[in-house]
């Protein structure tokens, strides 16, 4: 069975810096890809970054770019989400999710997500 | 990057109702779209991928289809369970981006 288990999450001041841990389980991992999402209070997903299973191929969105990196640990089958320079609108519920298969990059496996506040 | 809009932004209904959804792309898409479910408290439920492909598990009331850049998902007979927020979501270009969303509530 799949799982996904998100950690880190927590309260933290404007400028601060925060690391997200994604632990999965019941896969292939290093032959996924894992991307995170996020979701604002009462407020709609947002894509956040990807990473491909062998962790070379980093992606992001405009809103975290040059602030969050995302890797990979695959001897401990983890992915990061390492977040500096955190801003009021970085308050979110944060998730980690599954690619489909090695190479079709859609999400049908989730975790229950960790919350991350911003605010002083 | 593509901007995804979907419509309505609130979809009134009764269980046994149909519902159709719609999605458009500031750009062409391919089929890269995909569908998901949100109730409250929960993470995202894959519904449909590439555009008319339901993931593993969903019950074949519901369908997806378009491309390019109009996509639609089709409940075909409502239950309590379906009411819920929906989103799509394109991965044809970096970065992935999903639509603001669309509730489907009771009526």
């Known amino acids: 069975e799949v799982q996904l288990v998100e950690s880190g999450g927590g309260l933290v001041q404007p400028g601060g810096s925060l690391r997200l841990s994604c632990a999965a389980s019941?896969?292939?991992?290093?032959?996924?890809?894992i991307n995170w999402v996020r979701q604002a209070p009462g407020k709609g997903l947002e894509w956040v970054s990807a990473?491909?299973?062998?962790?070379?191929?980093?992606y992001y969105a405009d809103s975290v770019k040059g602030r969050f990196t995302i890797s990979r640990d695959n001897s401990k089958n983890t992915v990061f989400l390492h977040m500096n320079g955190l801003r009021a609108e970085d308050t979110a519920v944060y998730y980690c999710a599954k690619a489909l298969s090695a190479t079709v990059w859609w999400w049908p496996y989730w975790g229950q997500g960790t919350l991350v506040t911003v605010s002083s | 990057e593509i901007v995804l809009t979907q419509s309505p932004a609130t979809l009134s209904l009764s269980p046994g109702e149909r519902a159709t959804l719609s999605c458009r792309a500031s750009?062409?898409?391919?089929?890269?779209l995909g569908w998901y479910q949100q109730t409250p408290g929960q993470a995202p439920r894959l519904l449909i991928y590439d555009a008319s492909n339901r993931a593993t598990g969903i019950p074949a009331r519901f369908s997806g289809s378009g491309s390019g850049t109009d996509f639609t998902l089709t409940i075909s007979s409502l239950k309590p369970e379906d009411f819920a927020v929906y989103y799509c979501q394109q991965r044809s270009s970096w970065p992935m981006t999903f639509g603001q969303g669309t509730r489907l509530e009771i009526k």
């Open positions: 990473i491909s299973g062998s962790g070379n191929s980093p």
């Open positions: 750009q062409s898409v391919n089929d890269y």
């Open positions: 019941g896969f292939t991992f290093s032959s996924h890809a």
